[in-house]
């Protein structure tokens, strides 16, 4: 069980990705994500702050400011190596990061909004696909924060057993919400590829245990425009690593370097992989 943290973190892994936003006209939202990957934090704050300033009952607002949070963290710990997701004994040999304890109180209180705001919503309007939405990924963030940082994986498991049944809950209501296909792939993906008796293990406790269906469901996230379909490619790149298949793995990595020149990330993997 307790190697099912290193699998959890290849859902760390997209943090590093950044967002090409692919509708005309992106939100101040979209282009909050494009800074993000982009490591530009602050810029990403301060888009994130205009559009709350017009749509101040928006949750995804303030969800979008806990990922920012996250992201910074994540980049100042140096966690996102991608190394560590595809190899589990560097993974399981890492040490236990120090997390910045004003950084988590600003991580928390943006969560704490976003499901304030959200959970107001829903309670007059079930059906707002938004605010569904920002519920899943506060509570991917949750799961990520729990498995990278502070490494409680049993903790990070519940949390991606929610994010599963939120973002099912929210296919039902909106079958093209693609985004929420990468809640539903991570968990079958990640747990799929654990050994039959831990799958069995998984199995009672109610996760879903089906890595060719995770696959496809991160193929559905990858093929459409949305805020995780970069997320979706560069997961699908390190679950193609994990099976040798180097050349699928390339052309991803190629595609995401080309895209995003800024990003070290792509490159490093380029060069690792010898492509």
């Known amino acids: ?44 704050h301060r888009d994130l702050d205009g559009w709350q300033k017009l749509h101040p009952e928006d949750p995804l607002a303030p969800a979008s400011h806990a990922a920012a949070f996250l992201y910074s963290e994540f980049a100042r710990l140096g966690i996102l190596e991608s190394e560590l997701f595809v190899d589990d004994t560097v993974f399981e040999a890492r040490k236990k990061p120090t997390p910045d304890p004003q950084l988590k109180k600003l991580f928390e209180s943006a969560l704490s909004q976003s499901e304030d705001l959200a959970g107001r919503i829903l309670a007059k309007n079930p059906s707002d696909t938004n605010a569904q939405f920002a519920r899943v990924l506060a509570v991917g963030l949750r799961a990520d924060y729990a498995a990278l940082i502070e490494k409680r994986d049993f903790a990070a498991i519940r949390y991606t057993k929610q994010g599963r049944v939120l973002a099912e809950q929210l296919l039902k209501q909106k079958p093209d919400a693609y985004d929420a296909h990468l809640a539903v792939g991570i968990e079958n993906y990640l747990s799929g590829i654990k050994p039959a008796p831990v799958r069995w293990i998984l199995q009672m406790g109610g996760v879903r245990t089906d890595k060719q269906q995770g696959l496809r469901d991160l193929e559905l996230t990858a093929a459409h425009p949305g805020l995780m379909a970069p997320f979706a490619r560069l997961l699908l790149a390190v679950a193609a690593l994990r099976d040798k298949d180097n050349a699928k793995a390339c052309s991803l990595l190629n595609g995401l370097a080309r895209q995003y020149p800024q990003n070290p990330l792509y490159r490093r993997e380029l060069n690792r992989s010898h492509c």
Do not use: H
């Not at 069980?1 to 005309?24: C, D, G, H, W, Y």
């Open 1 to 44: 069980m307790r190697r099912f943290s290193l699998l959890t973190a290849l859902l760390l892994a997209v943090f590093l990705a950044p967002l090409k936003a692919e509708a005309p006209a992106p939100t101040l939202i979209q282009q909050a994500f494009d800074r993000m990957y982009d490591l530009d934090f602050a810029g990403a």
